[in-house]
């Protein structure tokens, strides 16, 4: 029997940095996914729009205040606009599918302790504008120019 321990590989980029891997909000965010695709699956075909909509509305209430009120307005504005839509959590976080690949997301700032909450599209989403064109925006608050811009841009990415 070998006594000897192995030792953890340290990665070094080309710059020469080292590399320490997924930080501990990355790594909760992708746990997460894990539960969400393990739930999916024990709910199967009998899953419904309603399950979505607890799971989203469950994570809403456990962000901090500035998050939560973005993402209730976010969560109201996409169900009014697109109907259609399932909602879901997607890696912890409020999403929005279509024929079962996630259209748009509302990320809380506090997620990865960033300044500022994000709604994004996916490629799924019909946004395309020429060569080029934005698939998230940054939020520290909403107004209702705001508002009626989120509400535009959904319509057309289900569109």
Known sequence: MNDTKKKTAKRTTR??????????????AMK??????????????????????????????????????LAERIHAIVKETAPELTPRTWYGMPAYAKDGKVLCFFQSAAKF????????????????????????????????ANEKQIAALVKRAVS
């Open 113 to 144: 302790k960033a300044r500022y909450a994000t709604f994004g599209f996916n490629d799924v989403a019909k946004l395309d504008e020429g060569s080029m064109w934005p698939t998230a925006f940054a939020l520290t608050k909403l107004t209702a």
């Open 15 to 28: 710059t020469g940095k080292s590399y320490e891997g997924f930080t501990a909000e990355e790594r909760a």
């Open 32 to 69: 997460e996914h894990a539960k969400e695709m393990k739930t999916a699956a024990r709910r199967g075909s009998r899953a419904s729009k309603a399950d979505g909509e607890k799971d989203i509305l469950a994570k809403i209430a456990e962000m901090p205040d500035s998050d939560r009120v």
